[in-house]
């Protein structure tokens, strides 16, 4: 059974940052990928960062340059690297992962909510200005 579990998630002022992570068990599939998500009160779930297995990503253009998704296959760990956060960035942020295949990043993929299998239960980041 997979599952995903976000931490990482709390309050922080404008400009400053936040590390976000996501353990994942019964879960390591190669040719697959994992992605972030957020969902911002009465918006819908947009998405943020992916990964592919071989470590290409993909980024909304709202996060480019401010925003970093990596993983350590050993933990089987995603991470979201958050700097400069504004308070357009307040949202629940969810962790992603798909069935393999990815479907191609360099394409615009991965950044839809259809396209993943798997979803943790979302960890809130506060950004105050």
């Known amino acids: 059974q997979v599952q995903l579990v976000e931490s990482g998630g709390g309050s922080v002022q404008a400009g400053g940052s936040l590390r976000l992570s996501c353990a994942a068990s019964g879960y390591s599939y190669r040719s697959a990928c994992m992605g972030w998500f957020r969902q911002a009160p009465g918006k819908g779930r947009e998405g943020v960062a992916a990964?592919?297995?071989?470590?290409?990503?993909s980024y909304a253009d709202s996060v480019k340059g401010r925003f970093t998704i990596s993983q350590d296959n050993a933990k089987n760990t995603l991470y979201l690297q958050m700097n400069s956060l504004s308070p357009e960035d307040t949202a629940v942020y969810y962790c992603?992962?798909?069935?393999?295949?990815?479907?191609?990043?360099?394409?615009?993929?991965?950044?839809?909510?259809?396209?993943?299998?798997?979803w943790g239960q979302g960890t809130q980041v506060t950004v105050s200005s």
């Open positions: 990964i592919d297995s071989d470590g290409d990503t």
């Open positions: 992603a992962a798909t069935q393999p295949p990815c479907p191609p990043l360099a394409a615009g993929h991965g950044l839809k909510d259809y396209e993943y299998d798997y």
